[in-house]
């Protein structure tokens, strides 16, 4: 079965050599003519409108794969949530977590040593990066909905922030995670790094520091390392294509 890949992503333009040079049958998805079954890999920047009308191009037989659930069933294909490989997942995020820490230090003014910083969300990005961090002994504060994930970072010495106003903040959450009054109380000097997909955590206008958006940022800052732990997961959830 033909790969088709989007070569917008830096990820996938590395995705394309590596199953070339395996001899498998690979596509650009910009001209591909969809006139046979394929196997279509989709990245974070495609979870949006114009993704549903390249999957009812797509020939029964096909197959999707996708850092995402399905959200609606369309007859005829089978569809691969790479989000759900447990591997996968943990690798990308300490990915993810590498690319926001080179990004801090690139585009902070500042001293990452002993800073505060607020951490928006716990998950597998916010822990990796809390562990990148903790050679520069800054002060993270965060805020986590889930009392299990907040025991958890409390245990490793995270504080819950209780309102003031730092030079960093990180957002992990795809949903808004700061109040308009709450974001409009830090400074213009401050910078928010936003890695999770659109809304994101802050609510638009809300803040007047520095807004640096970075999603889908393994694939920006490490396309080598992502395209070849994307292969392995494709090798491990769907081997009959290999």
Known sequence: MRFV?????ARMQVLLGLL???GRAVSALEGFDFDEPAALLLSPSQRSEGQKATLEKLRPGSVV???WAQSEAIEGLVWHDLGANEEYALQNAFLTAEGALKLLIEHSDFSLRGAEMLLLGYGRI???LVELLRPFAAKIFLREKSEERFALAKERGLEPWTGQAVRLIVGTSPEAALKWEEAARFSCNSLYLELASPPGGLIEGSFSGKTLRAPGLPGRISPHSAAEGLLVCLRGVAPELF
């Open 5 to 9: 890949l989007d070569l917008s992503d």
């Open 126 to 128: 916010g822990s990796c």
């Open 20 to 22: 070339l040079r395996e």
């Open 65 to 67: 794969f996708a850092p």
